[in-house]
């Protein structure tokens, strides 16, 4: 069996994972791993910020440099990381209640300064890790723990709430559509300011059994009923069509307002600094420093290795013991994975 080409950047260390079967969190894993890949993306120059709730482990399970924060706080702690080195591409992994409940503020005041980040926000509607209460993106009438006779109150909605306050790009898919999912997840990897991917995604376990909604397909043919495309939509309001009970998907905004990155000055200062380093290397002192972190790579490579071969065969960690080769290696993981 062939590799996936997103298969190695997962954390096969870090099996079994924590979702559940069914779970459309792996949806959104599957289609932000595609666009990474698809848009060649180096791995050393992302780094992921989540904060807390089923959605916010998936950094977890990504071999890539990654923050698990307080709940709520992903978007303050990706604000710091951005200030601090403009150069990274940090992507945060958030909940409809880490991001639009706890996390409220941190969201308006990072969509009006158009920080540059980009937001990833699984919306399954309920508070998913702590066993299914009422978020603020519950939809009227389901029910929750903690709304057991049917959710009185009207949801937030969240993509709208990001234009209103100033985003760059903001999209909203749901899991029946996984191709649109990675194709605005890569739009917004490659914009400028904030940019926002939201997810609506299915909860079997702590939200669909509680509203006749069983299971994953159950949950996704929901989706495909109730949703609706933003062109449809405006015509379908246009000829009188009643669709308060759908929601509407699409791309909301695409635009190019300067990010806060560009009116602090950090993209000249970040450019000046990278032009200075290169300028006073001379091109021995350059082929030198190449070296130095092509063996890093190796180095890290190894270790990964090592970890993974703790998984592999006795063949494997044979190899591996006798610092054998690590094209080898790899070779034989391959074989032994079937
Ligand atoms: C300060 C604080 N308050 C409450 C909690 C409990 N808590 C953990 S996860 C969570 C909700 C997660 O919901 P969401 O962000 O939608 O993620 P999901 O699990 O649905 O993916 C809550 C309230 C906490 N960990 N910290
Ligand atoms: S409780 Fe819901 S959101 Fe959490 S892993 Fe299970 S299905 Fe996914
Ligand atoms: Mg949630």
Redesign the pocket.
């Known amino acids: 069996m062939s590799m996936h080409p997103s298969e190695p950047l997962l954390r096969r260390d870090r099996l079994p994972h924590i979702l559940c079967e069914g779970c459309g969190d792996g949806i959104i894993v599957n289609a932000l791993l595609e666009a990474i890949v698809e848009l060649n993306l180096p791995r050393e120059k992302i780094v992921f910020v989540s904060g807390i ?3 916010s482990r998936i950094p977890g399970y990504l071999l890539f440099d990654s923050l698990h924060t307080t709940h709520g706080r992903p978007i303050a702690f990706a604000t710091g990381i951005k200030l601090a080195n403009p150069e990274l591409k940090v992507i945060v992994i958030t ?4 991001m639009a409940s706890i996390g409220g503020n941190h969201f308006l005041h990072a969509a009006r300064r158009n920080i540059d980040m980009t937001v990833i926000c ?8 702590t066993g299914g209460q009422v ?1 603020p ?1 519950t939809p009227r009438g389901w029910r929750t723990t903690t709304s057991p006779y049917g959710n009185a109150e009207p949801p937030m909605d969240i993509a709208r709430v990001a234009v209103a306050a100033g985003a760059n790009y903001v999209a909203r898919w749901s899991t029946a559509s996984p191709l649109q999912i990675k194709e605005s997840i890569k739009k917004a990897l490659t914009k400028e300011g904030f940019t926002l991917v939201e997810v609506l995604t299915q ?1 079997p376990t702590a939200l669909g059994r509680r509203n006749k909604l069983r299971t994953a397909v159950d949950m996704l043919r929901w989706y495909k009923e109730n949703t609706v495309a933003l062109h449809h939509a405006q015509e379908l309001e246009e000829q009188g069509v009643d669709l308060s009970a759908k929601v509407v998907v699409g791309e909301f905004v695409d635009r190019d307002r300067p990010g806060l990155v560009r009116l602090l000055g950090l993209v000249k200062e970040e450019e000046k600094r990278i032009e200075k380093k290169e300028e006073k290397l001379t091109p021995e002192q350059r082929a030198a420093k190449r070296k130095e972190e092509e063996e890093r790579l190796r180095e890290a490579r190894k270790r990964i290795l090592e970890v993974i071969a703790k998984l592999g065969s006795p063949k494997i960690r044979r190899m591996i013991e006798l610092g054998g080769d690590v094209e080898k290696i790899e070779k034989e993981l391959v074989k032994h994975e079937g």
């Open positions: 709730g089923c959605s909940g409809d209640g880490d699984s919306n399954n509607y309920t508070y998913g890790m978020s993106t909860c």
